[in-house]
DNA sequence: TATTGTTATACTCTATAACTATA
DNA sequence: TATAGTTATAGAGTATAACAATA
């Protein structure tokens, strides 16, 4: 086998390995109540506070129609809430409710842990290479 | 920092990188009329040569109900054909039309150029041990 | 009886365009 | 005039359930 071969058979590898993460992720916000795109959103909240929908919209680059609507689930499901903007009336800004805060904080934890079940394993060598290659 | 944090770090440029790609594949698609999930599709026929929707439905994991939809769309836009099985008469061959046939070939060299991009600049050491990360 | 695929129905994510309220 | 967000509309992907044709 080339190396171009053997670079193509990597790829393949990363991007099937990528995805059982992603479905492990999804299953996990499915249990909390959460799709990927709100759970998304949540993560985005938690890094920046509170938040308005246009500053979503592109920290996630979507439309703001699409941010509407997710908003519209997350508050409907009880993660957030929309408060007025404290000097523009025109805008909303995005904040958690308890359980949001309870929820977004855990998936940080579990981020965390799956990190270490995937690296946890490598010598410090191995995983300076891994990480470089990044 | 410690072990945990500068894990989860990776984990979280990981997924990052990973979105990056596969923004770069929908748009690779999307220039071919693609979307993701019929692009997915064709790999799947290519890798395994005329194919029941019902084994596509395994293999991509998905509903049969959404293979229905996926093959609508491809035999629509002339990716494949749906030919009779020879020897069951409930099941429906997925095949390549001669165009179909020729994207997929297209989206395999792309996939191996997109490895040499990502990789060949890595050292064979430093590729043995991201490889073996996987 | 079991299986293959389709029809019926519904939900989520996504987009563009038109519009309202505000800046 | 420009911006923030909503309403209107549409399309893709996904699912379950009921059904017809066939095994």
Redesign the pocket.
Same mark, same amino acid.
């Given at each position: 086998m080339n190396e171009t071969q053997r670079y193509a058979e990597t790829l393949g590898r990363l991007l099937e390995l990528v995805a059982l993460l992603n479905q492990d992720m999804e299953r996990s916000f499915a249990r909390d109540g $959460?799709? /990927?795109? &709100?759970a =998304?959103v949540l993560w985005e909240v938690q890094h920046r506070g509170p938040v #308005?929908? &246009? +500053? $979503?919209?592109e920290a $996630?680059? @979507?439309?703001?129609?699409?941010?509407? /609507?997710?908003? +519209? /689930?997350l508050v409907a499901t009880g993660f957030v809430t929309?408060e007025p =903007?404290p #000097? +523009? &009336? &025109?805008?909303?800004? @995005?904040s958690f409710t308890p359980h949001g805060a309870k929820v977004a904080k855990r998936m940080q934890q579990e981020h965390a842990e799956m990190g270490t079940v995937l690296f946890g394993g490598m010598t410090s060598r191995q995983f300076g290479s891994f990480a470089k290659g990044l």
């Open positions: $959460l799709t /990927g795109a &709100r =998304h #308005t929908q &246009r +500053d $979503l919209a $996630l680059q @979507v439309s703001a129609r699409n941010i509407t /609507g997710l908003i +519209d /689930g929309r =903007h #000097t +523009d &009336r &025109r805008a909303t800004l @995005v």
